[in-house]
């Protein structure tokens, strides 16, 4: 799955959160000062050719939702991140988090407890 970037997780942030909406509903939902409606119509089928969004036809407008969900997506990126820079290895990957102290040594065996559990 494709990397997306700042702008464009943004925008799907937005769809995952509100879930279905035209181009224009999505611009209301941004802060003064607002994307220009044809930058963000361009980066919504730019979403849509890269296989996070499609869309249903209303006339002439299109109502675009996410098919790609929020878990997908983080889930993908995390395995990008065990592959390029942990060699494929997950053990190397919790390990890092457990030597920079992201988490405690209680925290994994918490995490394996649940596992064990089935949660």
Not at 89 to 98: D, K, M, R, T
Request: glycine share 6%.
């Amino acid at each position: 799955m494709k990397k997306l970037t700042k702008k464009e997780e943004e925008i799907m942030n937005l769809f995952w959160e509100k879930g279905a909406m035209f181009v224009k509903e999505l611009l209301e939902l941004y802060d003064e000062p607002k994307p220009h409606f044809n930058t963000l119509s361009t980066m919504v089928r730019t979403l849509e050719a890269n296989g996070f969004l499609d869309h249903k036809a209303f006339g002439n407008s299109y109502q675009y939702f996410p098919i790609v969900t929020r878990e997908e997506y983080a889930g993908s990126s995390f395995k990008g991140i065990v592959i390029n820079y942990f060699n494929n290895s997950y053990l190397s990957a919790v390990s890092s988090l457990v030597k920079e102290e992201k988490i405690t040594i209680e925290e994994l065996k918490d995490l394996i407890d649940q596992i064990e559990r089935g949660k």
